[in-house]
């Protein structure tokens, strides 16, 4: 996964990054929703120059908005997914961003719960990929902040000893380890 980090007049941000293939994924649920759409088009217009009737197709109508807004959703969804974390470096702010066309669910933390960066590697048992996630952590009783992952253990500690220059925190590897209980 590719992770940027840009400057600006208020600060740092830390940006992940999907590769456009990645975005193919919602085409299939789009197409899906844009098809149940159409239809609900052609009711109404029917409907609107008097060449249907409400009374019979509003069930037909509300059932097809049903499936172009549950099928059609997911593939917006995928299509917008940006995940973002911003730094302010006056008031040692962080504000972790997820964002989904319009909707945004933002979550504001102190960057003086923060401790180290953490990489550690998340594998299956059942696959041989292993993903090295890099991480914010405090100390016992703070929930980390996951700000990427890498298929490759160099790349990861590359982008925290970046990210820890930038935010004035050490780096620390904990690939091969045990999780703690916590």
Known sequence: MSVAITHDEQGLRV????????????????????YFAYYVGLILKADLTGAGYWS???????????????IGLPGLILATLRYF??????TRR??????????????????????????TDDSDPDCSLVMYDVNLCGGR?????????????????????????????PAKDYVGTEPDAD
């Open 15 to 34: 940006e992940w990054l999907k590769e456009w293939y990645f975005r193919l994924a919602s085409l299939p649920f789009l197409a899906g929703g844009l």
């Open 56 to 70: 019979e197709d509003w069930v037909g109508l509300l059932f097809l908005t049903g499936f172009a807004l549950v």
């Open 85 to 90: 974390i911003e730094v302010d470096p006056i």
């Open 94 to 119: 962080l504000v972790v961003t997820k964002q989904f066309g319009p909707l945004r669910f933002r979550s504001l933390r102190q960057l003086t719960e923060f401790k180290f960066i953490s990489i």
């Open 141 to 169: 009783g703070v929930t980390p902040i996951q700000v990427s992952s890498f298929t490759k253990r160099d790349e990861a500690n590359a982008f925290a000893r970046t990210l820890g220059a930038e935010l004035k925190l």
